[in-house]
C-alpha cells in the first residue's frame, strides 16, 4: 500500500479580460511544489477567453472541476472589464466550489468575490489603484490596500500581479513549509518571503541616479539579525546620516528600518520553528530578540498564534 499523498487539486477560474500573466502564475508556482498540487484551468462555460492583450486563451476544462477543487484561484482583469454585478454564468461557476474549499483571488479578481458575498465581514485586499472604488461598492468588507496578500483563513486576497505569486508560495508554505516553498522560489527564481503586510505601493523603488542603495546594508544585516541591529549602526555601516539612510531604505523598501528588522526575524524564526526543535529562547536568541517573551509577543501580533502552536502545524505538515 502507496503512503503517497493524492495532489490537491487547484481549480484556476479565466473570467473574461483575464490578464496572461496573472493566470500562468498559479500553475508555474503550485506545478513546481513537487507533484503537491494539481493545477487545472477552466472558464464558466469551457470555451476560449479573452484576454486584456491581443490573444484568447482555450482551456481544456469547463466549469465542472469547481465541483471537485480543493482550492480555486480566481484570476485579474483590468478595471473596465469588472463587470458591475455578477453575469448568471460566474454566479453559478462560483455556487460549484465546495464549502469547505479554499477560495484564493489575484488583484481585482477580489472584486469578483466581493460581488458574490464571499468576502463581507472579512479582511481582504485588492490593487491599491482600485481600493477607492472597492471601498465605494463594499463597504461590508475590511479592506487594507496597503499590504500584499491577507489570509483570512479560507479565504485569500492579494494585491496586484507579483503579488499573485507571494500569495501562491505562502499556500505552498502554509501547507508544506518552509523548505518546499523555498525550493520553489528557486526553481522559479522568485523571492522566497515577503510578508504580506509588506507595503503594496513603493514610492522610490529605484534609487535615483547617482544615489547610494541601502541593499548592501541589508544584505549585511540579514547576516547578523543575532546582534542588534540599531538605526546608528545600520546607518553607520551605509556611510549615511541617520536621515538619509531612514529615508532612502524606506523608499526603496517600503517600510522602516525597524520594520522590517522585525519582519526578517519573525521570518527566520519561522523558519527555526518549523525546520528544528531548538527552545523558544534559544531561537528568540538566534534571531535577535531579546527574550522568548518578545518573539512570542511579535509573532502573535504577526500571525496570530503563539511559537508552539505554530510549531506544532508545521510538525504535522512535515
Same mark, same amino acid.
Given at each position: 500500500?502507496?503512503?503517497?499523498?493524492?495532489?490537491?487539486?487547484?481549480?484556476?477560474?479565466?473570467?473574461?479580460?483575464?490578464?496572461?500573466?496573472?493566470?500562468?502564475?498559479? !500553475?508555474?508556482?503550485?506545478?513546481?511544489?513537487?507533484?503537491?498540487?494539481?493545477?487545472?484551468?477552466?472558464?464558466?462555460?469551457?470555451?476560449?477567453? $479573452?484576454?486584456?492583450?491581443?490573444?484568447?486563451?482555450?482551456?481544456?476544462?469547463?466549469?465542472?472541476?469547481?465541483? =471537485?477543487?480543493?482550492t480555486?484561484?480566481?484570476? /485579474?482583469?483590468?478595471?473596465?472589464?469588472?463587470?458591475?454585478?455578477?453575469?448568471?454564468?460566474?454566479?453559478?461557476?462560483?455556487?460549484?466550489? @465546495?464549502?469547505?474549499?479554499?477560495?484564493?483571488?489575484?488583484?481585482?479578481?477580489?472584486?469578483?468575490?466581493?460581488?458574490?458575498?464571499?468576502?463581507?465581514?472579512?479582511?481582504a485586499?485588492?490593487?491599491?489603484?482600485?481600493?477607492?472604488?472597492?471601498?465605494?461598492?463594499?463597504?461590508?468588507?475590511?479592506?487594507?490596500?496597503?499590504?500584499?496578500?491577507?489570509?483570512?483563513?479560507?479565504?485569500?486576497?492579494?494585491?496586484?500581479?507579483?503579488?499573485?505569486?507571494?500569495?501562491?508560495?505562502?499556500?505552498? $508554505?502554509?501547507?508544506?513549509?518552509?523548505?518546499?516553498?523555498?525550493?520553489?522560489?528557486?526553481?522559479?527564481?522568485?523571492?522566497?518571503?515577503?510578508?504580506?503586510?509588506?507595503?503594496?505601493?513603493i514610492?522610490?523603488p529605484?534609487?535615483? /541616479?547617482?544615489?547610494?542603495?541601502?541593499?548592501?546594508?541589508?544584505?549585511?544585516?540579514?547576516?547578523?539579525?543575532?546582534?542588534?541591529? =540599531?538605526?546608528?549602526?545600520?546607518?553607520?555601516?551605509?556611510?549615511?546620516?541617520?536621515?538619509?539612510?531612514?529615508?532612502r531604505?524606506?523608499?526603496?523598501?517600503?517600510?522602516?528600518?525597524? @520594520?522590517?528588522?522585525?519582519?526578517?526575524?519573525?521570518?527566520?524564526?519561522?523558519?527555526l520553528?518549523? !525546520? !528544528?526543535?531548538?527552545?523558544?529562547? @534559544?531561537?528568540?536568541?538566534?534571531?535577535?530578540?531579546?527574550?522568548?517573551? /518578545?518573539? @512570542?509577543?511579535?509573532?502573535?501580533?504577526?500571525?496570530?498564534?503563539?511559537?508552539?502552536?505554530?510549531?506544532?502545524?508545521?510538525?504535522?505538515?512535515?
Open positions: 500500500m502507496s503512503g503517497k499523498q493524492e495532489p490537491e487539486r487547484v481549480a484556476v477560474l479565466a473570467l473574461d479580460g483575464v490578464y496572461p500573466f496573472e493566470l500562468g502564475i498559479p !500553475s508555474r508556482i503550485l506545478g513546481a511544489a513537487d507533484g503537491r498540487y494539481e493545477v487545472l484551468t477552466c472558464t464558466v462555460d469551457g470555451r476560449p477567453v $479573452r484576454t486584456n492583450a491581443d490573444f484568447t486563451i482555450g482551456v481544456a476544462h469547463g466549469p465542472e472541476i469547481l465541483d =471537485t477543487a480543493d480555486v484561484v480566481v484570476t /485579474s482583469m483590468p478595471p473596465d472589464y469588472i463587470p458591475p454585478w455578477l453575469p448568471d454564468e460566474v454566479t453559478a461557476a462560483l455556487a460549484r466550489i @465546495r464549502p469547505d474549499a479554499r477560495i484564493v483571488s489575484i488583484c481585482t479578481a477580489a472584486f469578483i468575490l466581493a460581488e458574490a458575498g464571499l468576502l463581507d465581514g472579512r479582511k485586499t485588492t490593487h491599491w489603484q482600485a481600493a477607492d472604488e472597492f471601498r465605494c461598492r463594499y463597504p461590508k468588507v475590511e479592506l487594507d490596500p496597503d499590504v500584499l496578500f491577507v489570509d483570512d483563513g479560507r479565504i485569500l486576497t492579494s494585491a496586484g500581479a507579483a503579488s499573485g505569486v507571494d500569495i501562491c508560495l505562502h499556500i505552498v $508554505r502554509t501547507d508544506h513549509g518552509s523548505d518546499l516553498a523555498n525550493t520553489v522560489a528557486r526553481r522559479c527564481v522568485v523571492p522566497p518571503f515577503r510578508d504580506g503586510g509588506q507595503a503594496q505601493y514610492e522610490q529605484v534609487p535615483v /541616479s547617482g544615489a547610494a542603495s541601502t541593499a548592501a546594508t541589508r544584505a549585511w544585516a540579514l547576516e547578523r539579525l543575532d546582534e542588534p541591529l =540599531t538605526l546608528s549602526v545600520l546607518a553607520g555601516h551605509a556611510r549615511m546620516s541617520l536621515r538619509t539612510f531612514a529615508r531604505f524606506n523608499d526603496e523598501v517600503g517600510l522602516s528600518p525597524g @520594520r522590517w528588522l522585525i519582519q526578517q526575524r519573525l521570518a527566520r524564526a519561522r523558519h520553528l518549523e !525546520s !528544528s526543535d531548538l527552545p523558544v529562547d @534559544r531561537i528568540a536568541a538566534e534571531v535577535g530578540f531579546a527574550t522568548g517573551a /518578545s518573539l @512570542r509577543q511579535h509573532l502573535q501580533a504577526a500571525i496570530g498564534v503563539s511559537p508552539q502552536a505554530y510549531r506544532r502545524t508545521f510538525q504535522k505538515a512535515r
